[in-house]
């Protein structure tokens, strides 16, 4: 199981991200391998913010509409009340509360790597799938 971060999933949108081919090579690559790919609500919350603001509502929407192919995690208040404790505790400009909620999704999972182009993962000890 892989988590699928917001900057996995922006740059599968947007062709014109610099990671763009890297994200497609990399979702190749796990259905190929026959990974499933984890999301959490913060996550969808958030990519749907940052696709409407980059590329528009069409983006946004697709999106959306993609979600029910992921296995979601839904934050219970357990998982936020962590997450906000873990965003304190870093207490590091450009990490974000949506980071730090993957990291202990990532922890309560078993998962070791993320479709993401975030260094914050790496720092955290996780590995990059795309990157």
Not at 64 to 80: G, I, K, N, R, S
Request: with cysteine; net charge negative; glycine share 8%.
């Amino acid at each position: 199981m892989i988590l699928l971060d917001t900057s996995g999933i922006v740059a599968l949108a947007n062709g014109r991200d610099p990671y763009h081919a890297r994200a497609v090579a990399a979702m190749e690559r796990c259905l190929a391998e026959g990974e499933e790919l984890l999301i959490h609500n913060y996550i969808v919350g958030e990519a749907v913010w940052v696709l409407q603001r980059r590329l528009g509502n069409r983006p946004a929407l697709a999106f959306l509409e993609q979600v029910a192919d992921f296995e979601m995690h839904w934050l219970t208040p357990e998982d936020h009340a962590e997450a906000v404790g873990l965003f304190v505790q870093r207490n590091r400009r450009g990490l974000s509360l949506v980071d730090c909620a993957s990291f202990v999704v990532m922890r309560r999972y078993g998962i070791t790597h993320a479709l993401a182009f975030d260094a914050d993962f790496e720092r955290e000890g996780f590995a990059l799938y795309g990157g």
